[in-house]
Every structure is written in structure tokens, then in C-alpha cells.
């Protein structure tokens, strides 16, 4: 399951970057990223400070899941009541946790694509897409409602 997973998280690292390539060619040279109530732009970020922050945040963010998935996977399993307390909970659980590089990075391409639609001026792109601000944040609450299933199955054995 972990290697599944980890395919995952190169394709969706790929996608990533291939997205944040094609959004940075197309954005102004200054890109709004916080708006107010009236739709005026409260905060700009220049277009090559908006690419490296999103590339730092991705690499930062795909190096501590992989360094904390390594770092479950070698914990001892201790019998009992203690938190790997089976083969099975502790594969799922690594499982789980390194599905997060992968979700983030889909939340990170509906984002940037977003920021790059939103930047572009118009109207009724926008609003054709604006679908793609909530689709990340519904990956990040089915990856954790997959945890609540995963401790739910460890209680009842």
C-alpha cells in the first residue's frame, strides 16, 4: 500500500510542478493573492516570490511526510494497548500518513491554478472554476476521515 501510495506522490509532484510552471508563464508580474470583501486585492506577491514560496512549500511539505513515514516504519509494534499494536493498524497507519504528500500536492494544484485563473481578469473563468478553491479542501477532510476509520478498525479488534 505505501508503494501505491508513493507513486502517487511522484505523479502528483509532477503534476505540481508541471501546473506551477504553466501558471507562472501566464501570471502578471504582480499576483494577487488576499482579496477583501469588494473584491480589491489587499496583499500582491511578485510572480517569481509567488513560484518559489509555492515550490518551498512543496518540497518542504513532501520531505517531512517522507521523513516521518520512515520514521513510523521503524517503530516497534508492542502488543497491548500501545499505539502500533499490530502489523496491519501500523501499516495502514503509514499508509495513511504518507498519503498526505500526495493529497497536499492535489491541494496544491487546485490552489495555484486558482490563484493563476484569479490573476488572469476573467469573469466568467472564474467563475467556471471557482469549484477548484473547495476540491483540495475535500481531499484534506475524506484523508481525514480515513484516519477516523483506520483508529475506529484498530478499536474494534
Same mark, same amino acid.
Given at each position: 500500500?505505501?508503494?501505491?501510495? /508513493?507513486?502517487?506522490?511522484? %505523479?502528483?509532484? #509532477?503534476?505540481?510542478?508541471?501546473? =506551477?510552471?504553466?501558471? +507562472?508563464?501566464?501570471? @502578471?508580474?504582480? %499576483? !494577487?493573492?488576499?482579496? /477583501?470583501?469588494? !473584491?480589491?486585492?489587499?496583499?500582491?506577491?511578485?510572480?517569481?516570490?509567488?513560484? +518559489?514560496?509555492? &515550490? $518551498?512549500?512543496? *518540497?518542504? *511539505?513532501?520531505?517531512?511526510?517522507?521523513?516521518?513515514?520512515? $520514521?513510523?516504519?521503524?517503530? @516497534?509494534?508492542? @502488543?497491548?494497548?500501545?499505539?502500533?499494536?499490530?502489523? =496491519?493498524?501500523?501499516?495502514?497507519?503509514?499508509?495513511?500518513?504518507?498519503?498526505?504528500? @500526495?493529497?497536499?500536492?492535489?491541494?496544491?494544484?487546485?490552489?495555484?491554478?486558482? %490563484?493563476? $485563473?484569479?490573476?488572469?481578469?476573467?469573469?466568467? =473563468? #472564474?467563475?467556471?472554476?471557482? +469549484? &477548484?478553491?473547495?476540491? !483540495?479542501?475535500?481531499? %484534506?477532510? #475524506?484523508? =481525514?476521515?480515513? &484516519?477516523?476509520?483506520?483508529?475506529?478498525?484498530? !478499536?474494534?479488534?
Amino acid at each position: 500500500m505505501v508503494k501505491l501510495v /508513493n507513486l502517487t506522490r511522484v %505523479v502528483t509532484s #509532477i503534476l505540481l510542478i508541471l501546473v =506551477l510552471l504553466f501558471v +507562472y508563464s501566464n501570471l @502578471p508580474n504582480r %499576483v !494577487g493573492i488576499l482579496y /477583501n470583501s469588494a !473584491g480589491q486585492v489587499d496583499w500582491y506577491l511578485d510572480k517569481n516570490q509567488f513560484f +518559489y514560496a509555492s &515550490l $518551498i512549500l512543496f *518540497l518542504s *511539505l513532501n520531505l517531512m511526510t517522507v521523513l516521518f513515514t520512515k $520514521i513510523f516504519q521503524f517503530l @516497534p509494534i508492542r @502488543p497491548g494497548r500501545f499505539f502500533f499494536s499490530n502489523e =496491519l493498524f501500523k501499516d495502514n497507519f503509514t499508509a495513511w500518513l504518507s498519503a498526505l504528500a @500526495p493529497v497536499m500536492n492535489l491541494f496544491f494544484v487546485f490552489m495555484v491554478a486558482f %490563484v493563476g $485563473i484569479y490573476n488572469n481578469g476573467d469573469v466568467d =473563468l #472564474i467563475n467556471s472554476y471557482s +469549484y &477548484l478553491a473547495y476540491l !483540495g479542501q475535500f481531499l %484534506v477532510f #475524506i484523508w =481525514l476521515l480515513v &484516519l477516523i476509520y483506520i483508529l475506529l478498525k484498530k !478499536g474494534n479488534k
